[in-house]
């Protein structure tokens, strides 16, 4: 069960969706894990109402799974879903970076992407996961977001949430050096060729990205 806090940001229907979502990112709150309305309810000291919405809008992410008796559960992604994903994300990557670098990327706003590759690799080198979600979401978004799409934006976005969601119970698990070894941490590279309109280069780092992590998934137990 997620940590008390109290709501002091946003919506409240919106803090208490962001505040569940950090719990499941933070594997406090495991695949597979049962709540329901109530529970969450009494546990931010608020009323079912809001609670509820926010669930109902993290079940629409593909987060949590609705069931009409029991609750919610988390959702149990497998490895074929982390393979779709992906594939997906590769896909509208691949759009993003024709409107970076096809057509000239905003250059001043890929200081502050830089910024953000530049500590999530940092994170990713010395095994700091819960650092290295919260630069790598707000990295994606941030480039999703140069495209001037919000639903791009957002759909990249909610992918990206999604294959953290799974993987992070497996890399929890893991040792300093494996878990290392397991993170991508070429972000840098990445924002760089964009920077410089590198087009050869973006999709040289992004296809490393991709198979890294296919490679990754691809030594789970099944």
């Avoid at 329901?36 to 079912?48: D, P, R």
């Avoid at 879903?81 to 409107?99: N, P, Q, T």
């Avoid at 999703?144 to 999604?162: C, D, M, S």
Wanted: proline share 2%; charged share 30%; hydrophobic share 40%.
């Amino acid at each position: 069960m997620p940590a008390s806090g109290a709501v002091t940001r946003s919506t409240l229907r919106q803090q208490i969706a962001d505040a569940l979502r950090d719990e499941v990112l933070a594997g406090r709150m495991q695949p597979g894990e049962e709540f329901t309305v109530k529970q969450i309810a009494e546990q931010y000291g608020v009323s079912a109402t809001p609670v509820r919405e926010a669930l109902v809008d993290l079940s629409a992410q593909g987060l949590l799974d609705s069931d009409q008796h029991k609750g919610f559960r988390v959702h149990e992604f497998s490895v074929d879903d982390y393979r779709s994903m992906v594939e997906a994300r590769s896909l509208i990557v691949d759009g993003v970076f024709r409107k970076l670098v096809f057509r000239g990327a905003h250059r001043e706003a890929l200081v502050s992407v830089r910024r953000r590759a530049e500590e999530a690799a940092r994170a990713a080198r010395s095994g700091d996961l819960a650092i290295l979600i919260g630069y790598d979401l707000r990295y994606w978004r941030e480039l999703g977001a140069l495209t001037g799409n919000t639903h791009i934006a957002e759909f990249l976005n909610r992918l990206r949430v999604q294959g953290w969601v799974f993987a992070v119970p497996y890399l929890r698990d893991l040792g300093e050096d494996d878990l290392c070894a397991a993170l991508w941490s070429g972000h840098e590279e990445l924002a760089d060729a964009l920077s410089r309109g590198d087009r050869e280069g973006a999709y040289e780092s992004i296809a490393e990205y991709n198979a890294h992590g296919l490679r990754w998934a691809d030594g789970l137990k099944p």
